[in-house]
């Protein structure tokens, strides 16, 4: 008996509804994001992320209202991130429904942030979501990851929905995050979100093997053996994926019923 | 009615929906002539060992628990940290928990569970070692959601219902009389948690 791989559809939500395209049929409102919450929890779907991609402050009461529908008709872990700055930011997330947090930028510029969050509602709730860039050049006293070619290379922290540089060592950052109290690393590679071509093995093995909470390896998915990999090769204790599932090429029950043939244990749909 | 404890810190929303899904009554309160009159009562928990009982003192609510749960033999259900508030102690946290479970709390034993992360996060079994009304329906296969990074040692006073193996086992629900813990939230566990907490509220009549 062991836990199981965690499989989990992430939602980006825009002034309350789901931005990416979705191609479900039998939704009434394909841009609800707890109409496609509750689909994906039918599915099997063992945990579902709400990323809020507006994070404005005026939008903040609408999240919170999906938050609670939500909060309502699913019976799994929810975790919400996104705007998320402060601690009462977190207080009225997790009382609307939510079960953990992620933060990212907030973290990078505040650390101490992770402490405070985890001493008041325990490290469990709190999940760093860490976006990285790869560098090929000239890295110093960063981390060095291996790719697939023997190649070395670092990977860069980066902020503001991927659009801002750091300089900040990404292995360095996970462990330090860790240290602070964070439960778990969410982890995304601008390398492969969006290509299909899979997860970013190296720095999702590295960062994994490098810290002792748990790594969700985030962008890239595009067939079901990339899931596979993903727990295999890159160490990952959950994978999480958007469009191969909004977009209807895949179901999570595919997913599971692949994983379970190749006897990697998930939680039976 | 099935009462769930507001102490400012569990996501008692959760269970109160569970129980709406299932069509019975609760009620999310922190007062105490509700907790006095209850007829099964809930201890939810999300946050930190100190937090909850830092909650639960400065919100006068261990005098009138103690009456209800100890006195009257209210049932009770203790959910993650509220299970782990039963203890004595705990590793992760100064103050003094309850103390009606003789147990304390300590954090997984890093050098025991090999590559594992910690929290243990994730879905699971419960390993049934005792029948017992509360998993009433379960064969031990279900799986529940947990995430946790500490855990009940043996408890001396308590009965193990079932335990829950992560590197090696540990105790994962509990039972003394009326007193129920369980480690594992079965609030986020789908159909198999929602078992449990309908088993638990027949206990209130």
Known sequence: MVVTCRIIPCLDIKDGRVVKGINFLGLNDAGDPVELAERYNQQGADEVVFLDITASKENRSMLIDTIRRAADRLFLPLTVGGGIRTIDDIVMTLRAGADKISINTSAVENPLLIKEAAQVFGTQCIVVAIDVRRHTSRYDDHTPVQLSDGQMCWYEVMTHGGSRSTGIDAVKWAKLAESYGAGEILLTSMETDGTKNGFDIPITRTISESIRIPVIASGGVGTLEHFYDGFVFGKADACLAASVFHYGEMTIRDVKEYLAGREIPVRPV | ?205
């Open chain 2, 1 to 205: 009615m099935i009462t769930i404890i507001d102490y400012k810190t569990g996501n008692s929303g959760s269970i109160h929906n569970v129980y709406r899904r299932i069509g019975l009554e609760s009620r999310i309160t922190s007062s105490p002539t509700d907790i006095l009159d209850a007829d099964a009562l809930i201890l939810p928990g999300v946050g930190s060992f100190d937090r909850a009982m830092q909650n639960l003192e400065e919100m006068n609510l261990i005098p009138v628990l103690e009456e209800s749960v100890l006195d009257q033999k209210i049932p009770f259900l203790g959910i993650c940290v509220g299970m782990q508030v039963l203890a004595h102690q705990s590793e992760e946290g100064n103050r003094n928990g309850l103390g009606w479970i003789d147990a304390s709390i300590q954090k997984f034993e890093m050098s025991l569970i090999g590559e594992k992360k910690v929290p243990h996060m994730g879905w699971n079994n419960l390993l049934l070692r005792k029948n017992d009304p509360v998993t009433m329906g379960l064969n031990g296969t279900e799986r529940f959601y947990f995430v946790h990074s500490y855990h009940y040692t043996i408890p001396t006073n308590a009965e193990i219902l079932a335990t829950t193996s992560y590197g090696y086992e540990f105790p994962s629900l509990i039972k003394k009389e009326n007193i129920y813990g369980i480690q594992c939230h079965p609030e986020r566990s789908h159909s198999s948690g929602i078992a449990i907490l309908r088993n638990f509220a027949t206990m209130g009549g």
